[in-house]
């Protein structure tokens, strides 16, 4: 069975740091563009970063500078190494793997990312 599960959140103080992790099977991993989006309280699902296959990475604008996406192609895994965090990033983070013109879109369980002193 085809899925993403991702780890890595929890509560941070401002300015703090976080890295997410997100494990796919490999025939997700070597077949899609991997990413992670956000949803806070009462907000639509909002795209936070992607990555290629090749590598290439997209940010939002919002933390473009903060934000650094990566994947390590020999664990299958994608992480989101996210500095300087900001109250505003608070969210359930959810790991994502899609391709142009294929319908399949997977999502992970998501995870609760808190910012707060």
């Known amino acids: 069975q085809e899925q993403l599960v991702e780890s890595g959140g929890g509560l941070v103080q401002p300015g703090g740091s976080l890295r997410l992790s997100c494990a796919a099977s490999?025939?997700?991993?070597?077949?899609?563009?991997m990413g992670w989006y956000r949803q806070a309280p009462g907000k639509q699902r909002d795209l936070v970063a992607t990555?290629?296959?090749?590598?290439?990475?997209n940010y939002a604008e919002s933390v473009k500078g903060r934000f650094t996406i990566s994947r390590d192609s020999a664990k299958n895994v994608v992480y989101l190494q996210m500095n300087s965090l900001k109250p505003e990033d608070t969210a359930v983070y959810y790991c994502?793997?899609?391709?142009?013109?294929?319908?399949?879109?997977?999502w992970g369980q998501g995870t609760q990312v808190t910012v707060s002193s």
């Open positions: 490999g025939s997700i991993f070597v077949a899609y563009r």
């Open positions: 994502n793997a899609n391709r142009p013109n294929d319908p399949s879109v997977y």
């Open positions: 990555i290629s296959r090749s590598g290439t990475p």
